[in-house]
């Protein structure tokens, strides 16, 4: 048996085919639906990169015991689990977010694994003189260093397989060639696309000719994380640049669905195609992610499953699944493996044969923002009881974040160890107090009529409902072994 997950980052669902949008260029997303099983119900676990591939490997949540940072020495890897039990796995990237000290024990978990430079402001190119200037607004006329390191990756990137998205799935093309014959293998082919900025070839823009013909304005590519302040015509052009680049990613996708055809991988390979969130666009008068509460734009996601062993395809899942702690149970089952007591997401094997539910409810969150919780038709998001967001810690043996340590002065004086929790394997953690993040304490509680209300543009006041949503919410965070003081910054009993 063999196994092909394709990973997006910032994958929208309301901007794809299979799910209703009818103005997108992405024949291949609906062509994987109908020979797969397509989900209605998929949300996000952990937010956000890092934290959900960590949630991947581990079949666990992460974001209640700390932020963004690397595998622990006492995580669960599916990869490495398959690895030591005789299926070969190999991961195929770009996402650079892998080189960063915060997440740089990943890659090592497979058997092998190649990595493809120059997404977003990755420091790849070493160049002294400034590049080019041209005419951009917003963050695309930003001079710091990331912002200019962007500029300077893309004077490198101007054939389309000069693109690392392009060399990202070439490489994956060129394994299953190598290996369509092979058995007892896993395949994560792995985008940081269609991620901001959304900077996509030419081609895939004149697939869109009534804008572009239209527009005469600056490069405008690469959203602020903040409130809409642009014109209507420039929130029109950042949609069509990230629909650019969502039809570059399905282009990409359908060499992937080739392949199958072309080897007949259908009756042996199990493909996955899923994204870690998803991206606002001006819904909600927002840009981005993470510094707002997790939308449904955000949170709920695409997700498609085929599994040769069921033969499911062109059908529709309405069970509630969160691919990120799911996916990896579901492999290990796939190739006869079980999940280990610590892993806490389902097997999603008789999701896809029959629809069978594997939970009433599902909770996400980012560490130090709300806590959400979505259940039936309701979607409800805790905040914090206190201003200042507290207690709030982090508990790791790898003090780490996206690009850096922990500071010194983070470290001295904020710093003791913690008694094991129930997935360290016995180890104590160092509990290192955290800032409050980012002001989420703002927003405090809400709740939605995700049926009657699905843009969530009318919370409720219903205290019956807010009761039993914060009842799905307590159990879920008693599953995962969720610090104590997490109950008390939430104001739970």
């Not at 901001?196 to 804008?211: G, I, L, M, N």
Request: with cysteine.
């Amino acid at each position: 048996m063999k196994a092909v997950m394709v990973m997006f980052d910032s994958l929208n669902r309301h901007m794809l085919p299979p799910y209703g949008c009818d103005w997108t260029h992405a024949p291949n997303f609906q062509r994987l639906a109908e020979r797969s099983a397509a989900f209605d119900r998929s949300y996000i676990c952990s937010m956000p990169c890092m934290p959900a591939r960590r949630d991947l490997h581990t079949g666990r949540p992460n974001f209640l015991h700390r932020s963004w940072g690397p595998l622990e020495p006492f995580d669960d890897s599916v990869p490495r689990m398959l690895r030591q039990n005789g299926v070969s796995s190999h991961l195929i990237s770009d996402h650079y977010h892998y080189w960063e000290a915060g997440g740089a024990t990943y890659h090592t978990q497979y058997s092998t694994w190649e990595f493809f430079r120059g997404q977003e402001g990755d420091p790849w190119k070493g160049q002294v003189a400034d590049p080019p200037k041209v005419d951009a607004a917003g963050r695309n006329a930003a001079t710091n260093v990331w912002h200019r390191q962007d500029r300077i990756n893309r004077e490198f990137m101007r054939r389309e397989q000069d693109f690392s998205q392009a060399k990202t799935f070439d490489a994956g093309v060129e394994f299953i060639n190598r290996n369509a014959s092979e058995d007892n293998w896993f395949l994560q082919i792995e985008t940081f696309d269609p991620h901001e900025p959304f900077y996509a070839h030419r081609s895939f823009k004149d697939r869109y000719p009534e804008h572009y013909a239209n527009y005469d304005g600056p490069l405008h590519d690469w959203p602020p994380y903040s409130k809409v302040t642009e014109t209507r015509e420039q929130i029109e052009h950042m949609r069509y640049e990230y629909a650019s680049l969502l039809t570059m990613c399905d282009s990409k996708l359908g060499n992937i669905l080739d392949l199958m055809d072309e080897h007949g991988m259908w009756d042996d390979t199990m493909l996955v195609v899923w994204t870690d969130h998803g991206f606002l666009l001006g819904e909600h008068d927002m840009w981005a992610k993470c510094w707002m509460p997790f939308y449904e734009e955000i949170a709920h996601t695409p997700f498609f499953v085929w599994d040769p062993r069921s033969g499911v395809q062109g059908e529709r899942r309405q069970s509630l699944v969160q691919p990120s702690i799911d996916l990896g149970p579901t492999l290990l089952d796939f190739f006869d493996l079980e999940p280990t007591a610590d892993m806490t997401g389902k097997p999603l094997t008789d999701v896809v044969a029959k629809d069978e539910p594997q939970r009433e409810a599902a909770i996400f969150g980012q560490h130090g923002h709300q806590v959400n919780c979505v259940a039936g038709r309701y979607a409800y998001m805790r905040g914090p009881a206190a201003e200042d967001n507290q207690p709030l810690y982090d508990y790791t043996l790898m003090p780490t974040r996206m690009k850096a340590h922990f500071s010194v002065n983070e470290l001295r004086g904020n710093m003791e160890l913690a008694d094991p929790f129930s997935f360290t394997k016995g180890c104590q953690t160092m509990k290192i107090r955290s800032g409050g993040r980012g002001g989420i304490h703002r927003y405090g509680s809400l709740l939605f009529d995700l049926e009657n209300d699905p843009k969530q543009e009318r919370p409720l006041d219903d205290p019956a409902v807010e009761e039993r949503m914060t009842a799905h919410m307590k159990r879920l965070m008693q599953e995962c072994s969720a610090p104590e003081e997490q109950y008390e910054r939430l104001g739970l009993d």
